[in-house]
């Protein structure tokens, strides 16, 4: 290699534990928001059942569509966030540790291979499990979320 492609390849490994870390808060929120969801969903099957909307709706006395709709936007950021960078981060661990792999199968290191395709292919599928678990969320919570704005509209509008 020469010295610009040494740099090159140095500075895309540089990346390899930030991207992991961000792996791992990806899945750490994900879990937390499929309990959040749960728990969600077992509200929502009683009586009396007040959702986080209707709350914010009547606490800032807020009843436009378009605000309403906003605030929803806000609430599922993190979720829609994760879901659509999380295959992103597991692509590029995927590609960064593909790098050292090369380099060890070039100089015969087999057990190196393995131990860094492990990693990489490890790291993609926590991403993927994360983007799906809030992709599921979400698609479900903005559905919650729009059925509770067209109430609180009915209601503003009679």
């Known amino acids: 290699m020469?010295?610009?492609e040494t740099i090159i390849y140095q500075f895309?490994?540089?990346?390899?534990?930030?991207v992991m870390v961000l792996v791992i808060i990806a899945v750490v929120y994900s879990l937390y928001a499929l309990g959040r969801f749960g728990m969600e969903y077992i509200q929502r099957q009683r009586k009396g059942y007040?959702?986080?909307l209707h709350r914010y709706a009547k606490e800032k006395n807020v009843y436009q569509s378009d605000q309403l709709e906003l605030w929803i936007?806000?609430?599922l950021e993190p979720l829609r966030l994760i879901s659509?960078?999380?295959p992103m981060l597991g692509l590029v661990t995927t590609m960064i540790a593909i790098g050292p792999a090369l380099v060890a199968m070039g100089e015969g290191e087999i057990d190196k291979v393995a131990q860094e395709m492990i990693v990489a292919f490890s790291a993609s599928i926590l991403s993927l499990i994360a983007a799906s678990i809030t992709?599921?969320?979400m698609t479900v919570r903005r559905r919650?979320?729009?059925e509770d704005m067209c109430m609180i509209e009915e209601k503003e509008q009679a």
Do not use: E, H
């Not at 895309?12 to 930030?18: D, E, G, K, R, S």
């Open 84 to 86: 659509r960078s999380g």
């Open 2 to 4: 020469n010295q610009l």
């Open 50 to 52: 007040v959702s986080v």
């Open 73 to 75: 936007i806000k609430q």
């Open 12 to 18: 895309a490994n540089l990346f390899m534990q930030p």
């Open 144 to 146: 919650w979320m729009l």
């Open 135 to 137: 992709f599921s969320i």
